[in-house]
């Protein structure tokens, strides 16, 4: 008998066939209770946080406040979650007049009108103030001071100078940071060009990071260091069911609710084989997140945590919206093969804007074939993307196996990065897990700028 899988991609489910014989794992989210009433499991969390005053405490006698969410890559339910976070504000005496809503974009393109309607619900997006974070605006950030990992440390003026600060955000595996969420709605969303330059540098990506790992992962306790430095005063994040159903709600202090919002994902979204995989069929992950190719990287580094030395990675993605930046496309591009934008990065002149996904993809590339199904791209488009495209996902998937040979192994992640991807539960960084240095050593001088 043959296993049919369906995997998200874009707006739709992409149906493929694999045949009998191949050993097949299809790993995904661990099915989990949806919120009963979500709108009134927030209300209780925000008058009963975790590790915080209720959030209406908190605003009493504040000047005005700053609500942070993410932009549109990230599918957040702000029109639920936005209503009983003002509503908290205003019986404290902070109308939605004396609230900015700030789009957390880090270095993505702004949203459009209609986008922004598509993340705040109509009726939100017409009625409050809403501003967008632009990370090359230099002007527009206060530099706070030096990681101590070696990040410095702009942050948009208009949260730091806010007198009540609110993050948002989605709580899910992430490649670099452990776990999307909390800390990451202030850096990178919030952060200059200069400071994700060095955060998501080449020495930082070849550290310990990866998807889950959170303890001695350099990068998550940088960022939150920097959170804790700019002021975050209450936060509201969530964990989605694989249906993108509230499946949680974390409200309150920074690192407590968020920690709290991780232990309900890892048991959700943690999957494990028993060996790694000869052909890894991943998705994008669906819309938002497959609709660019710099985004649909993120399957690539899930699938490459539980495939085979020399294996397969078929990664299936809409790319509805091409490449990504020109930035982006423009290094992709220029490069003939994965060791020569390698050794670019090792030039010490070389910085390119998004160069951190290709380093992702090269890292993959250095463990397995990574072929690409999309309908987004024409083949001599995607041709020029480090990877082969394929023109058929289902004879792909049958020309992978046979290379395999009869007892090959199949792993399938129907929704990509969503999924904690393991072999035996063994979480591993993305890169060679080399050690970051830190900024200064213990018996150096003091900074004249606080080094975390």
């Known amino acids: 008998m043959s296993t049919r899988v ?31 009433d979500p709108r009134a499991e927030l209300e209780r969390g925000l008058a009963d946080p975790l590790g ?3 959030l209406e405490a908190l605003a009493r006698g504040r000047r005005d406040a700053v609500i942070v969410v993410s932009d549109r890559t990230r ?41 922004l309607v598509e993340i705040l619900g109509a009726e939100l997006a017409s009625s409050l103030r809403i501003e967008q974070h632009d990370a090359r605006d230099a002007a527009s950030h206060v530099r706070l001071g030096v990681s101590r990992h070696g990040i410095p440390i702009d942050i948009d003026r208009r949260y730091v100078e806010a007198d009540l600060r609110i993050l948002t955000g989605l709580i899910e595996p992430h490649l670099m940071a452990g776990y999307s969420g ?26 310990p990071i990866g998807p889950g790992l959170l303890r001695d992962n350099p990068l998550h306790e940088d960022l939150t260091a920097i959170a804790r430095l700019a002021g975050v005063d209450f936060i509201v994040n969530v964990a989605l069911d694989r249906e ?57 580094v899930a699938a ?38 390698e050794q670019r990065l090792l030039e010490p002149s070389f910085f390119a804007v998004d160069q951190w996904m290709i380093q992702h993809l090269c890292q993959a590339r250095r463990h397995a074939d990574v072929w690409l199904y999309t309908d987004g791209l024409t083949l001599d488009s995607a041709a020029g993307l480090l990877l082969r495209p394929v023109p058929d996902p289902q004879a792909a998937l049958l020309e992978a196996l046979a290379r395999s040979g009869p007892q090959a192994r199949v792993a399938v992640l ?3 990065p969503y999924v904690l991807a393991t072999v035996r539960g063994q979480k591993r960084p993305v890169g060679r897990g080399e050690p970051v240095p830190t900024a200064v050593s213990p018996h150096a001088p003091a900074a004249r700028t606080p080094i975390l």
């Open 6 to 36: 369906s995997l998200a991609y874009g707006r739709r489910s992409l149906e493929l066939e694999i045949p009998d014989g191949p050993w097949v794992d299809v790993l995904d989210k661990i099915p989990v209770p949806a919120a009963a």
């Open 52 to 54: 915080s005053a209720p």
């Open 75 to 115: 599918p957040v339910p702000n029109a639920l979650l936005l209503p009983p976070i003002l509503a908290s504000l205003a019986r404290a005496g902070l109308p939605s007049e004396r609230v900015t809503i700030l789009v957390a974009t880090g270095l993505h393109r702004p949203a459009s009108p209609a986008e």
């Open 182 to 207: 909390g800390r990451k709605a202030v850096c990178p969303g919030l952060a200059s060009v200069d400071t994700i330059r060095v955060a998501h540098g080449a020495r930082m990506l070849e550290g």
């Open 244 to 300: 993108r159903r509230i499946a949680g709600l974390f409200c309150g202090d920074l690192e407590v609710a968020f920690q709290a919002g991780v232990e309900l994902v890892e048991r959700e979204a943690l999957a494990s084989v028993s060996e790694p995989a000869d052909v890894v069929l991943v998705s994008g992950g669906g819309d938002p997140l497959d609709a660019t190719f710099y985004q649909a990287i993120k399957g690539i």
């Open 304 to 341: 490459n945590a539980i495939v085979r030395r020399g294996g397969v990675i078929l990664l299936c993605a809409s790319l509805s919206e091409g490449v990504g930046s020109p930035s982006f496309e423009q290094i992709l591009r220029s490069c003939p093969d994965p060791e020569s934008f």
């Open 414 to 416: 129907p929704h990509g």
